[in-house]
């Protein structure tokens, strides 16, 4: 790499060709102001703070001009440049704009760093006056210097384009979109104005927010899975503000609406403080002696009668260690391989599909080989909404030149901005995704080579893809054929194809048939392990979804994916154990709700996860709890499956407890309490060793420090990963097998790690789903998430994201609302073959005719009665992505 070499106050500084004179002077150890620079956002140069002296030449903005071999620059004697340019800045500001505190000021700071006051006889500005509409920003105009880093911040890292600079001269100012309220705007929240504001101009609502911060703890954020370093501000146990962290995040400074604001629901009054134990029918406060010794009680007595009574549905939004505890509670306390997690419902698919092709069941690339690829394929996803630093990620890559190909029913954000969207009907992903593979074959965009060397199953492929030509793909999903052809030739044709997808491609009847030929086309490309490429993708919904299934929370499988029916790996866990380990394979989520309805299951213990919200078929599930004599809930609220349970454990939030969780990308992160739980709040964690305890049991490891080391010590995957090594080093990727292991971004870089080394091609046919519409239930739904909430909701429904998205919606086409008699805003009622809902009509073109979509964020939408018990033949997902419904006016 070229380099330039210059002096910075008397010393030599080296610097990458291409650097700035802000670079140098930060490479010499010295900082400058610079007031209206982002490093993260394109430099306009406009607030002179950052002025240097160039021997010779004069003045020059540092953040602006490139370094030059020999140049001499002064920083330090320079300082009455900046000192000038900081006063002419102040001197249009009210006084007001000095006392905001310097941690979020940076004005402030500068200036208290340059002896910069306020004027004597201060000019007062005009009175441009207060946005105070948004529940999470507010603009205050008259701080306002119109440095446009939030204008470039919305545009370059959100990508939503909402803020603008309105006025003239010292008029100017940040506006949202037309000049009216911000709440009345498309901000979407995610704070990146606010993050960037130098001088609290933008900020968050709150009295809070104007005292000085007491502590700052780093933690990863608990609702997606993209995993997103958050620094938490707290005084007095009281969270004032989550910032996104920066430097060696995934989330590189950027976080979204939910992650960086929503963290109210921790003191909502509604919070469970109590533990509760069903008498007479009614739910009562208990103490937790007698709720921990009543539970413990009853599964002594199932242990001892018949093991296989008892399940745990474990927690993709617990910590690794409590996933660990769960699982282990389960196997060596109960002696039953009865625990599942919520996998199940999402990804579950994409571990055994991808564990059959590649030999791992996680993503096969780090996030941040996005930034090398020139073609994103893009499938069943609506990062945006769902996984929003994603999505806006991927939106940088496309605004940066990359080409985007998506596959997916609806007109999402992202697809409006894609080289091509192929739109299938819900359920026939398998044959696009043959229909894709027959054109790279057709086309001679197959890397042959690579085939030879790193893959077998080719010829049969090549046989069933005989009968997919893009004109028979188009009969099956509709997709126009001339688009498929595009497509395919377009990811064909990149240098560094990658593949994103998510729960459109997994919770189908064929999800496992999904993921395997989707990732036929990058070992067709060669673009994944060996060969150059980003890989296959999946953007795992739940912050710890990949931990709780890496932790072993699975019925056939340990921690670290070592099969239940691996004599080896059962002797290493019952060796650590001391217990024995069940060889069975346990129960699945929803063939523990089938055993419940049969009278077989004694007791269920579910750990975080409201099922009757969020599990399909909610009317089976709820006559699953009733029928089963025990059901335990952990949970923060009285959820509606804690409501319908014996005993309800009041437990900690991800903000409140220690441990890990393991991110989209395999990435093993920390997370720290920033904040005590309400006094008779315990975690997950104390839970589970309580109900041990009180079994007689000893579950061992007594910290979540204790439980990782306990996990690594049975799991070769983790060998490497000790809280003590990521407080130091940050995160790892899996597999980290030893303390020298760096952890592995990339997997497969010299062979594919099934046992012959090679990836399997899957020659899988396309079948049908298992809805259908007819006559009775002609329109199909599709289900998945809104950017303002999460899930069931728990959390984001107390929280201001209430008011940014009040209610669920049915959304339905503008042709078919018509052809309905309906419109915007009507009540309507949604029949199934299942259930039944009732609506709020929204009137849009991002659903083709003959479809809708709802979110399930609302229980009392009950959206998820109307979904099928219908499941993906391998792994029991459910086909939540299609369901057969009729829509009616409501009465
Ligand atoms: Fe260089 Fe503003 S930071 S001109």
Redesign the pocket.
């Given at each position: 790499m070229a380099v330039v070499k210059l002096v910075v106050d008397g010393r030599l500084v080296e610097v990458a060709a291409g650097a700035t004179l802000?670079d140098a002077v930060r490479a010499a150890g010295l900082a400058?102001?610079?007031?209206?620079?982002d490093d993260r956002l394109t430099?306009?140069?406009?607030?002179?703070?950052?002025?240097v002296d160039i021997t010779g030449r004069g003045p020059a903005?540092?953040?602006?001009t490139l370094a030059e071999d020999g140049l001499r620059v002064a920083v330090e004697a320079s300082r009455a440049l900046r000192r000038d340019a900081l006063r002419a800045i102040v001197a249009g500001l009210p006084t007001r704009a000095l006392d905001v505190p310097a941690d979020r000021s940076e004005l402030a700071r500068q200036c208290a760093g340059y002896g910069v006051t306020a004027p004597l006889g201060a000019v007062t500005p005009p009175e441009r006056g207060l946005d105070h509409s948004h529940p999470y920003v507010k603009l205050d105009r008259d701080l306002c210097i119109a440095?446009g880093r939030c204008v470039r911040a919305c545009a370059e890292i959100q990508g939503t384009f909402v803020l603008t600079l309105t006025g003239r001269g010292a008029g100017t100012v940040v506006a949202p979109g037309t000049g009216g309220p911000w709440a009345e705007s498309d901000c979407v929240s995610c704070g990146a104005c606010v993050d960037t504001c130098p001088t609290g101009a933008l900020s968050e609502p709150g009295l809070l927010n104007m005292l000085p911060i007491e502590r700052q703890t780093r933690t990863t954020c608990g609702y997606c899975g993209v995993g997103c370093s958050l620094e938490v501000s707290t005084r007095d146990n009281v969270i004032m503000t989550v910032r996104p962290a920066g430097e060696g995040s995934v989330n590189r400074g950027h976080a979204c609406v939910k992650g960086r604001f929503a963290h109210g629901f921790l003191g909502s009054t509604d919070r469970l403080t109590t533990p509760l134990i069903r008498r007479n029918g009614t739910l009562a406060p208990a103490s937790w002696e007698a709720a921990t010794g009543y539970v413990a009680a009853r599964l002594a007595g199932i242990r001892d009668a018949d093991p296989g009574g008892f399940a745990v549905i474990s927690s993709a939004r617990a910590t690794n260690e409590e996933n660990y505890l769960a699982q282990k509670f389960a196997r060596a306390v109960m002696g039953t391989n009865n625990v599942d997690n919520c996998a199940r419902l999402c990804h579950a698919p994409s571990a055994a599909g991808l564990a059959a092709t590649f030999g791992l069941g996680g993503g096969t690339n780090a996030f941040d080989d996005l930034d090398r690829c020139d073609v994103i394929l893009l499938v069943g996803a609506n990062p945006t909404a769902a996984h929003p630093v994603v999505g806006s990620r991927i939106f940088q890559r496309v605004m940066d030149g990359a080409r985007l190909v998506v596959v997916d029913p609806r007109r999402t954000f992202l697809a409006r901005h894609a080289d091509v969207h192929l739109r299938p009907r819900p359920g026939t992903n398998v044959a696009v995704f043959n229909g894709l593979a027959h054109v790279l074959v057709r086309e001679g965009l197959v890397d042959s080579a690579f085939l030879e060397t790193h893959t077998n199953g080719y010829d049969e492929l090549l046989g069933l893809l005989e009968d997919y030509p893009p004109e028979r793909v188009a009969e099956i999903s509709g997709v126009p054929a001339h688009d498929l052809v595009r497509a395919a030739v377009m990811y064909g044709r990149a240098l560094v194809p990658a593949i994103f997808y998510g729960l459109g491609v997994t919770e189908h009847r064929h999800g496992t048939d999904g993921v395997r030929t989707l990732s036929n086309l990058a070992l067709l490309r060669g673009a994944v392990g060996p060969g150059t490429g980003g890989g296959v993708n999946p953007l795992r919904g739940q912050n710890n979804v990949q931990g709780a299934s890496d932790m072993g929370a699975l019925p056939d499988l340990l921690p670290g994916y070592q099969k239940i029916l691996d004599p080896a790996a059962r002797t290493r866990c019952a060796e650590a154990w001391r217990a024995d380990v069940p060889s069975r394979p346990g129960l699945r989520i929803p063939q523990m709700f089938a055993a419940a309805r049969d009278g077989a299951l004694q007791a269920l213990w579910v750990i975080g996860e409201d099922v009757l919200a969020t599990d399909p078929d909610s009317a089976s599930v709820r006559a699953a709890l009733a029928a089963c004599p025990l059901v335990i809930c952990n949970d923060l609220f009285l959820s509606p499956t804690a409501a319908a349970a014996d005993v309800v454990f009041p437990v900690a939030a991800w903000l409140e407890k220690n441990g890990t969780f393991v991110n989209f990308d395999r990435r093993f992160q920390r997370v720290r309490a920033a904040v005590a739980p309400p006094a008779g709040v315990r975690t997950d964690f104390a839970v589970l060793h309580a109900v041990a305890a009180g079994m007689g049991a000893d579950l061992g490891c007594p910290t979540p420090e204790e439980a990782m080391a306990e996990c690594a010590s049975v799991a070769p995957l983790f060998g490497g990963i000790t809280h003590a090594r990521l407080d130091r080093d940050g995160p790892l990727h899996w597999p980290c097998g030893s303390a020298v292991s760096p952890g592995t971004p990339r997997l497969y870089q010299d062979r594919f790690a099934t046992p012959d080394g090679l990836a399997h091609l899957a020659a899988r046919p396309y079948l049908p789903p298992g809805e259908q519409c007819d006559a009775a239930y002609p329109y199909l739904l599709v289900t998945g998430r809104r950017a303002e909430h999460y899930n069931s909701g728990s959390m984001t429904r107390r929280t201001d994201n209430l008011v940014l998205l009040t209610d669920e919606t049915i959304d339905v086409g503008p042709g078919d609302a018509a052809a309905l008699g309906l419109h915007e805003g009507d009540t309507v009622r949604l029949d199934s073959r299942h259930g039944m809902a009732v609506l709020r009509l929204r009137i849009t073109d991002e659903v083709e005719p003959g479809q809708v979509f709802a979110g399930f964020h609302f229980p009392g939408a009950t959206v998820n009665s109307l979904t099928s018990a219908v499941e993906d033949e391998v792994t029991g997902c459910p086909e939540y992505k299609v369901t057969a419904v009729r829509i009616s006016a409501h009465a």
């Open positions: 802000l400058l102001p610079t007031l209206c620079h430099t306009v140069a406009s607030c002179r703070t950052c002025l903005a540092a953040c602006s440095c």
